[in-house]
């Protein structure tokens, strides 16, 4: 077996691989170990025909003002950010309507909420500190309404928005907190974006950023072990290689940490939590048309089903081959449902029925179509026995040198954005271990 050493062991070459792998190639030797044949993980690109296809809908949460955007500066790299148009939200029984992504004053002005009782409520969370929000961290967002009084249509509105943010649709277990949390991040730094290109553009960025600090990038290298001595992770074992480092990052998903980590070095709570920790799944659906059949540049919403969508080549056009169009939707649901095939299906079916009602020139433009049943969208479901404190934290008791990062470890937001924040708060706490 070969020997090899290395001062930063990153495990997964997902995005959030790829993010603190740049990051830390800027202060030692860098090996990335990605186990299958492409980078990107549950963000990977697919190019079909000329088409390039994220994986479902993916816009960044901030943009710019992101932790991604705060990295992205901080290794001297860019991406061109695309700010989204006007949203839209097509509801069961009504015409098309604006639907407000960001700012006080669009939201206040909408017709989808009532006019006072939506001032009052956002006036009260821009004041909100993080305490308050901390208070509401384990209550429904169900039992939050009942509390509060909430109407029908303000009801509605924030259900829509919990799906949308924190991709979260299921007000018995959505965290009221974690809601208002991410309304006031919102409210104060603004909503999604693009990135221009896709996500390949920031694939790019971070693997030139590592090769350029002469970092490792490895595909088709599956680690099979992390050792463990006398309390400090040392190696990883691979098929043919152990890689000797002086620290190990872990960019997995935790749920499957324990493929890689024997158990027994870890105190019972942590390897439960991480076990049970409930991720989000659901149905994506994408269609290849061979024109552009609807002007929308913004995001896409619906009620009946929960779903949203995006057109993101009214966005980047270069995504698509010229003059075509892209057209992507996502519909979240219960993990159990898409482990049910009979299940799945039906679902499936009444989400795409409702989307062709929407747009019916989908079909006479269709050139292909990509339906994903996809058991993990985010590592973790914002909900109420999981909301941002009490999910696993980027270190393990008694176990020095290993790190934890991605989507599925503490950072505040949702989805990609808990990678980011997450990858963020790893990179500051290994950097803070190499000075003390
Ligand atoms: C359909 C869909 C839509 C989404 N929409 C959005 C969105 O709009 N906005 C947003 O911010 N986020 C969105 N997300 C979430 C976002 O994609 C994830 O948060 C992010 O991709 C997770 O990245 P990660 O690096 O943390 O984990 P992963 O992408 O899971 O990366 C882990 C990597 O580790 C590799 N790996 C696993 N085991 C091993 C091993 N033993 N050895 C070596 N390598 C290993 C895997 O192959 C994988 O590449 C969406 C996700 C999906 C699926």
Redesign the pocket.
């Known amino acids: 077996m070969k020997n090899e050493k290395f001062d930063f062991i990153i495990?997964?070459?997902?995005?959030?691989?790829l993010h603190i792998g740049a990051l830390l190639s800027q202060h030692g030797k860098v090996v990335i170990?990605?186990?299958?044949h492409e980078?990107?993980?549950?963000?990977r690109v697919e190019n079909l025909d000329g088409f390039k296809l994220d994986?479902?809908?993916?816009?960044?949460?901030f943009g710019p003002n992101s932790a991604l955007g705060t990295s992205l500066l901080e290794i001297n790299k860019s991406v061109s950010f695309i700010k989204p148009g006007k949203s839209w939200a097509f509801l069961k029984n009504e015409e098309k309507t604006f639907y407000p992504t960001g700012g006080l004053l669009a939201i206040i002005k909408s017709s989808m909420v009532p006019f006072i009782p939506t001032l009052k409520l956002l006036l009260n969370v821009k004041k909100m500190e993080e305490k308050d929000f901390r208070s509401l961290y384990e209550i429904s967002l169900e039992d939050w309404f009942e509390k509060m009084n909430i109407g029908p249509e303000l009801r509605k509105f924030l259900t829509m928005t919990s799906s949308a943010i924190q991709v979260n649709p299921f007000i018995n277990r959505s965290s009221a907190g974690e809601l208002l949390h991410n309304i006031n991040r919102v409210l104060s730094i603004g909503s999604?974006y693009y990135p221009k290109g896709g996500w390949e553009s920031l694939f790019t960025q971070f693997t030139q950023k590592i090769k350029e600090n002469q970092g490792d990038l490895r595909l088709r290298?599956?680690?099979?072990e992390i050792i463990v001595e006398d309390g400090i992770a040392t190696n990883v074992k691979l098929e043919d290689v152990i890689i000797k480092g002086k620290h190990i990052i872990s960019?997995?998903?935790v749920q499957?940490l324990f493929?890689?980590l024997n158990e027994d070095l870890c105190n019972k709570d942590f390897v439960s939590k991480c076990r049970n920790l409930r991720h989000t799944a659901?149905i994506?659906i994408d269609f290849c048309l061979d024109k552009k059949i609807s002007n929308i540049d913004g995001m896409i919403f619906m009620d009946e089903p929960l779903a949203f969508g995006i057109i993101p080549s009214n966005l980047s056009p270069e995504i698509t081959p010229e003059n075509k169009s892209l057209m992507s939707f996502?519909r979240v649901t219960n993990i159990e449902d898409i482990q049910n095939k009979s299940r799945a299906d039906k679902l499936y079916q009444e989400f795409r029925d409702r989307i062709l009602e929407i747009f019916p020139d989908i079909e006479k433009s269709l050139i292909q179509e990509r339906p994903?049943f996809?058991n993990?969208?985010?590592?973790v479901e914002i909900n109420i026995d999981q909301h941002q404190y009490k999910r696993p934290g980027n270190q393990i008791d008694n176990i020095s040198n290993l790190w934890l990062c991605?989507?599925?470890v503490g950072g505040e937001g949702a989805?990609?954005?808990?990678?980011h924040t997450s990858v963020r708060d790893c990179y500051e706490k290994i950097l803070g271990s190499i000075t003390n």
């Open positions: 495990i997964g070459g997902g995005i959030a691989g170990l990605e186990k299958s980078y990107g993980g549950r963000a994986y479902g809908v993916h816009p960044i949460r999604v290298s599956e680690v099979k960019t997995i998903p499957n493929s890689i659901g994506s996502l994903l996809l993990m969208i985010d590592g991605g989507d599925s989805g990609g954005d808990v990678g």
